[in-house]
């Protein structure tokens, strides 16, 4: 399966705080996306990365790409309670229509 | 911009009923159209992709369809449902050949009883 996998699964941090999730995968990649979603509700795009790219850098976000190592982190800097939702990984394959294949996912929780 | 209309927002349908899911979707032409599925507490299982109209690839052989019968209209269905078909169901588009990401739809909750 090409299904990614986030690390780790539950994560709990004051407000203020630098949150970083981990995201494994398993095969070639074309590029690797982040997603947010709220919970109960539908998710929203936060950043793509290349799979000729190291590092991306939007707002208070940072992700990492290791192509070598088929891993990626997202960093979320001065988190705020708002950023309390789960955060997905999902990679796009060299071929195929666009089709992504998501991770399990990291539930954030940030504390006021 | 895309926006992505999905209902109904919540159903409840007892074992063996059909369903009949709608996706609906504004500010583009000829995306690509996915239906995922999530377990509660799970990521995203993709079920069907379509890159046109009557043009329908399934991922994962279960007991659900799709069909495209318009170029921004994507339908879910199943003749008879099981229990396993709970989950949240969402509803995505990508703007190719704009990009690869993703624009999803709010989701409908399907319990099955």
């Known amino acids: 399966s090409q299904q990614g996998e986030e690390d780790p699964q539950a994560l709990s941090i004051q407000e203020g705080e630098n949150a970083t999730m981990n995201c494994s995968y398993k095969t070639s990649i074309n590029n690797l996306q982040w997603y947010r979603q709220n919970s109960g509700r539908g998710l929203v795009h936060l950043i793509l990365i290349r799979s000729n790219e190291r590092e991306k850098h939007s707002g208070r976000l940072r992700v990492t790409l290791d192509t070598s190592k088929k891993s990626s982190s997202l960093l979320i800097t001065a988190s705020r309670a708002a950023d309390t939702a789960s955060y997905f990984c999902a990679t796009a394959s060299q071929t195929g229509a666009n089709n992504l294949f998501f991770g399990t996912g990291t539930r954030l929780t940030v504390i006021p | 911009s895309q926006t992505i209309h999905q209902w109904p927002a919540t159903l409840v349908q007892p074992v063996g009923s059909p369903l009949s899911l709608e996706c609906t979707v504004e500010g583009t032409s000829n995306p690509n159209l996915y239906w995922y599925r999530q377990a509660a507490g799970r990521g995203l299982q993709l079920l069907f992709y379509?890159?046109?109209?009557?043009?329908i690839s399934s991922e994962v052989p279960q007991n659900l369809s799709a069909s495209r019968p318009q170029d921004r209209q994507f339908i879910l269905s199943s003749k008879k449902l099981l229990l396993s078909d709970s989950g949240f169901y969402l509803c995505?588009?990508?703007?190719?050949?704009?990009?690869?990401?993703?624009?999803f739809g709010p989701g409908t909750r399907l319990t099955v009883t």
């Open positions: 379509s890159v046109g109209i009557g043009q």
């Open positions: 995505a588009l990508a703007a190719s050949p704009l990009g690869y990401e993703q624009y």
